[in-house]
């Protein structure tokens, strides 16, 4: 069982849609989850960071980390053709490597 | 001004030959990474540098060895390549390592095609 699971999709959705991208996790020690973003061709860039569980909004983007399922999201809301690109969790904790999921290819068709 | 650059972008080459693949950083962050991200866009580390100093080296053939001449630069190696090797490779570093973040900085991938 890999440390970190992610459906790789493709998903595909209409423009304006909201958006939900999940990962699971095994590691109960993991304290870090992040979400990058990966447009074809290009190399990862982080998108939202957060700490322990609970909810951050930045934007049409939410994050929430559910520890005690050990179970992270993605929401993106108003959904934009920008928007297609591959998306990755990643988490670790203090001192550990970064551990990331498959990543979900996700379509916003106009 | 590109944060993380990598040469070559693209590199096709034949089983059995060494190629190189070289990465700098202006960022003036103290680590540097490579990653290696296969056909199923699966992102896994392979060795990590904390200001020229190996702190990481993932279970990778010997075949693969990186080398950091100083803080802003990592460059990885690879002898008789193959076929599995074939891959887009990721240079990336942090401003820290040990407390990681996670903020990692991503060059833009070293396509290696490998026939």
């Known amino acids: 069982q890999k440390e970190v699971e992610q459906d790789p999709g493709p998903l595909s959705v209409p423009e304006g849609a909201i958006v939900s991208l999940n990962c699971t996790y095994s590691?109960?020690?993991?304290?870090?989850f992040m979400w990058y973003r990966q447009y074809s061709r290009k190399g990862p860039e982080l998108l939202m960071y957060?700490?322990?569980?609970g909810n951050k909004e930045d934007g049409r983007f939410t994050a929430q980390v559910d520890k005690s399922s050990k179970y992270i999201s993605l929401f993106i809301r108003d959904s934009q053709p920008s928007d297609s690109a591959t998306y990755l969790c990643?988490?670790?904790?203090?001192?550990?490597?970064?551990?990331f999921g498959q990543g979900t290819e996700l379509s916003v068709k106009p | 001004d590109t944060a993380v650059s990598q040469t070559p972008k693209y590199l096709v080459t034949q089983m059995g030959n060494d190629k190189s693949i070289k990465c700098e950083q202006n960022?003036?962050?103290?680590?540097m990474y490579w990653y290696k991200q296969d056909s199923k866009k699966f992102l896994k580390i392979m060795f990590s540098?904390?200001?020229?100093?190996?702190?990481i080296n993932e279970t990778v053939p010997n075949r693969f060895s990186p080398k950091s001449p100083d803080k802003a630069h990592l460059n990885l190696h690879i002898n008789s390549l193959e076929l599995g090797d074939s891959a887009v490779y990721f240079c990336?570093?942090?401003?820290?390592?040990?407390?990681?973040?996670?903020?990692?900085?991503f060059g833009e991938g070293s396509r290696l095609t490998v026939l």
């Open positions: 990336a570093s942090s401003q820290v390592s040990g407390r990681i973040s996670g903020e990692l900085f």
């Open positions: 590691n109960s020690a993991f304290q870090y």
């Open positions: 957060t700490y322990s569980s």
């Open positions: 990643a988490m670790n904790n203090q001192g550990g490597k970064l551990i």
């Open positions: 960022l003036g962050h103290d680590t």
């Open positions: 540098y904390n200001n020229k100093e190996l702190i």
